[in-house]
């Protein structure tokens, strides 16, 4: 049986070929792909692996070992290094895209660090911590450690992606083997975005819909991959055809919980993210939907919450002017009530 499943794999890979541009092309970027294009880097993706042995240099051992002394050594001598070089009014950072050479020391080392991949799937720092946690859980507790200690010390954004374009945080909130809870609060906490859209144009919910116990990410179920598919709409051809009532179930809760957000929003109590219901504090302010202000989400600068929520607001978004004429009408005092506090 698996025989003939190969042969046909390669009739059909064979026949696609001449499709789309070539893998050494699609290796060279980084945008969200479809058709053949998506099926022949899934097919590479899930047919190479990083291995430990073969692919982690020196630095890469620390992490795998959960060595902290070694990996604030090493940071001590990125940021000294970059000393050398530093310029006279740094930006502080962090951050992912500013040149190395305008950055304080400690943010360009954490930058480095950031930048960093293993293996023919480019496995990334915190990619590579999480793979190890599944390797080596007895040593678990040490790579949980070291994640913390780059988050809160050395500032490493923990939202780099790995070749397929899934960041850490997908991988430990999807599926089994990667599945993670722990480790993923951590990601998310120090902000990993939920809703990242992998190469395939999927998110982890796309994985979670396929499974038989659904468990609650947070994660919106209204995007669609890049072949149009939707996890609202997978869930009910499940329900259907596997009978999962607990994932739709799990949907319909969601939507609940929305409701009541936007119910707080609108009477100007809690402040909270529209799509995943995070508290503002001082790290993540609030900022309003430019269109009806009422619907608060994540700092864009940080999350892309809104535009991830985007084709389900816009389906009760009410443009703020043309919701205070209808008021007006009514003759109803409208813009202190109902906007209330940011």
């Known amino acids: 049986m698996e025989s003939a499943v190969l042969a046909s794999l390669r009739q059909h890979i064979q026949a696609t070929s001449h499709q789309g541009r070539p893998l050494s092309e699609l290796l060279k970027t980084n945008e969200i792909l479809k058709g053949v294009e998506s099926q ?48 006279e009014s740094p930006v502080a950072g962090p951050s992912t895209t500013e040149a190395p050479t305008k950055l304080t020391p400690e943010a360009a080392a954490a930058q480095e660090l950031y930048r960093l991949t293993w293996g023919p799937t480019r496995v990334p720092i915190y990619g590579l911590l999480g793979v190890m946690r599944i390797i080596y859980p007895e040593r678990g507790a040490q790579h ?52 990242n859209r992998n190469r395939y144009g999927g998110t982890a919910a796309h994985e979670i819909s396929q499974i038989w116990t659904p468990k609650d990410p947070a994660v919106s179920v209204d995007i669609a991959d890049s072949d149009g598919m939707v996890v609202r709409y997978m869930a009910a051809r499940l329900k259907t055809s596997l009978n999962v009532p607990g ?31 995070r508290d503002a504090d001082e790290t993540m302010p609030m900022k309003r939907c430019g269109r009806c202000k009422v619907a608060r989400y994540c700092d864009p600068v940080v999350r892309g919450c809104q535009k991830a929520d985007w084709p389900h607001h816009k389906k009760n978004c009410v443009k703020v002017v043309d919701l205070a004429e209808g008021f007006s009408f009514l003759g109803t005092k409208f813009w202190g009530s109902f906007l209330g506090s940011s």
């Open 144 to 195: 949980f450690a070291v994640a913390r200690w780059l988050i809160q010390t050395a500032k490493v954004p923990v939202n780099a992606p790995d070749l397929s374009g899934t960041l850490a945080i997908s991988h430990a909130i999807s599926t089994k083997p990667g599945l993670d809870t722990e480790y993923g609060q951590l990601l998310f906490d120090a902000g990993g975005d939920l809703n």
């Open 40 to 87: 022949r880097l899934r097919t590479f993706f899930t047919s190479q692996c990083m291995e430990p042995g073969r692919d982690l240099d020196a630095y890469g051992i620390s992490l795998a070992k959960g060595d902290l002394a070694q990996v604030k050594a090493d940071f001590a001598r990125r940021v000294a290094r970059h000393a050398a070089v530093s310029p």
């Open 247 to 277: 994932l739709v179930a799990l949907i319909a809760a969601s939507d609940r919980d929305r409701a009541a957000r936007t119910k707080q929003s609108e009477d100007g109590g809690r402040s909270c993210c529209a799509l995943g219901g």
